[in-house]
Nanobody, 122 residues
Framework: QVQLVESGGGLVQAGGSLRLLCAAS????????MGWFRQAPGKEREFLSA????????YYADSLKGRFTIARDNAKSTVYLQMNSLKPEDSAVYYC???????????????WGQGTQVTVSS
């Protein structure tokens, strides 16, 4: 079992930045692909980014256009999502997830955090 806890969300003005953290406990995350998703009210959960076991392989949704960067520190059991040039449409609950292999389909991920709210004001 892997427990995930997100933090770092909050209220930010458009154009600003936030760094989200996902702290893992339980089983080591070193053999898991880690991912970030978000869900806005009335919308489906959306894949944003994922990172492979060692951190050398990363995946991003095309819609992000280079604004977000994912990273991981297996020694600290932590995954990060640096978000820059934030827009009001980025407002959502952001979730961290873990799985043994990459997929962009939310339903196929095994472990989820409780989410952290990000609100971007215009």
């Amino acid at each position: 079992q892997v427990q995930l806890v997100e933090s770092g969300g909050g209220l930010v003005q458009a154009g600003g930045s936030l760094r989200l953290l996902c702290a893992a406990s339980g089983r080591s995350i070193s053999r898991y692909v880690m991912g970030w998703f978000r869900q806005a009210p009335g919308k489906e959960r959306e894949f944003l980014s994922a990172i492979g076991w060692s951190g050398s392989t990363t995946y991003y949704a095309d819609s992000l256009k280079g604004r977000f960067t994912i990273a991981r520190d297996n020694a600290k059991s932590t995954v990060y999502l640096q978000m820059n040039s934030l827009k009001p449409e980025d407002s959502a609950v952001y979730y961290c997830a873990a799985r043994t292999s990459i997929t962009t389909a939310p339903l196929l991920w095994d472990y989820w955090g409780q989410g952290t709210q990000v609100t971007v004001s215009s």
